[in-house]
């Protein structure tokens, strides 16, 4: 469990912190053009099979935070697809939350500090904790 959950709509953090926390968001064409693939269709499959995080912003269009890939590798940070599989969220707004919450569990880091970090598996477990929580 977060020590310090955030919300969207929260006064810790709002909507506009959230997406532009640690580098803000970017839109699908630039996702495609990062991560230098030849079709866009591969970002819209990732989104739906919960392969990369993804809200969509007050117009209603897919935006995806900029921290969850590895530029230089041209892919999504190891240990992100993992720790999506392991939670259970109803909102897109929930990975976001997660991925940026400190927790207890993590030494008072977030799941991203961990990854960034090169802690997988700790942000995998963090995943598994905070699943059945949220979906309680």
């Known amino acids: 469990m977060p020590d310090a959950v955030l919300t969207p709509s929260g006064d810790q953090l709002p909507t506009h912190s959230l997406l532009a926390a640690r580098g803000g968001c970017i839109f699908e064409a630039e996702v495609v053009e990062m991560m230098g693939l030849g ?4 970002v ?3 989104r739906s099979h919960r392969q990369i995080i993804s809200v969509r912003n007050e117009a209603g269009e897919w935006i995806y935070p900029v921290w969850q ?3 230089k590798h041209r892919r ?6 993992d720790c999506l599989a392991e939670l259970s969220f109803e909102s897109e707004w929930e ?3 997660f991925f940026l919450s400190s927790m ?3 030494g008072g880091h977030s799941p991203l500090d961990c990854l960034r970090a090169g802690k997988i598996e700790a942000a995998i477990k963090a995943a598994r904790q ?5 979906s309680a």
């Open 39 to 42: 079709d866009p269709s591969i």
């Open 69 to 71: 890939f590895a530029r």
């Open 95 to 97: 990975p976001l939350i």
């Open 44 to 46: 819209d499959r990732w």
């Open 130 to 134: 905070y699943s059945p929580l949220r």
């Open 76 to 81: 999504i940070m190891l240990g992100i697809r």
């Open 104 to 106: 207890a569990d993590l």
